[in-house]
Each structure stands twice: as structure tokens, then as C-alpha cells.
């Protein structure tokens, strides 16, 4: 075997080495992404208990707060949008949207 021939196996060794590397890299990258992959994105509806979850609090301590909110909410005619945390009822059940939790963390770290 003459050297062209030798460089040349030792470059497709070498390259399919490489292949296999950056595959592995990717791979690896794609796992670590997966661990991720039960949070919510912000296009998703949150139940009580995830949105409690999401703010790292209790459930109960996350019912009060709704619901104190809701009490003084309801002696106002007016109010800014996100003073309190924004929720929609359906079938009798609340939801809440991460993106509207985000706006209320936003406005009452500005506002307070």
C-alpha cells in the first residue's frame, strides 16, 4: 500500500471518529433537553396546582392569595390588569396561563 492510500484510510478513520464524537455530543445535548420537557410553555394553560408549582408555593398559601385577591378585586370597579393574578373558569375550574403569571410577577416587582 502505497502513502496516498494509507492517508487516505487513516483521514476516513479519522473523520468517521469525528462523526461519531459529534453525535454523541448532540445526543447528549438532546437528553439534557428532555429533563425539561414536563415545564409548561407559555402558550399552555396552568391548573391551580401547577401554577402554584410554578410560583414555588404551597397550593393552599396559592388558594388564599386567589382568593383575597378575588375579595379585594371585588370592592374595586377598576384596577390594573396585572395587580392580581389574571385566571379564566372553565367547566367550574380555574386556569392560568404562565406567560399572564410572568406579566404579574413583572408588574408587582415594579409596583410595590
Given at each position: 500500500m502505497n502513502?496516498?492510500?494509507?492517508?487516505?484510510?487513516?483521514s476516513i478513520l479519522?473523520?468517521?471518529l469525528c462523526?461519531?464524537?459529534?453525535?454523541?455530543?448532540i445526543s447528549d445535548a438532546i437528553k439534557s433537553n428532555q429533563k425539561f420537557s414536563n415545564i409548561t410553555t407559555t402558550n399552555e394553560l396552568l391548573t391551580e396546582?401547577?401554577?402554584?408549582?410554578?410560583?414555588?408555593?404551597?397550593e393552599f398559601d396559592f388558594n388564599q392569595?386567589?382568593?383575597?385577591?378575588?375579595r379585594v378585586k371585588s370592592q374595586q370597579s377598576v384596577y390594573d390588569t396585572y395587580k392580581y393574578i389574571p385566571f379564566m373558569i372553565l367547566n367550574g375550574k380555574r386556569y392560568y396561563s404562565q406567560e399572564q403569571i410572568d406579566k404579574w410577577i413583572e408588574y408587582n416587582m415594579l409596583n410595590k
Open positions: 502513502l496516498k492510500h494509507y492517508l487516505l484510510s487513516v479519522f473523520l468517521g462523526i461519531l464524537v459529534g453525535s454523541w455530543f396546582k401547577e401554577a402554584a408549582d410554578y410560583l414555588r408555593m404551597d392569595l386567589i382568593s383575597n385577591q378575588n
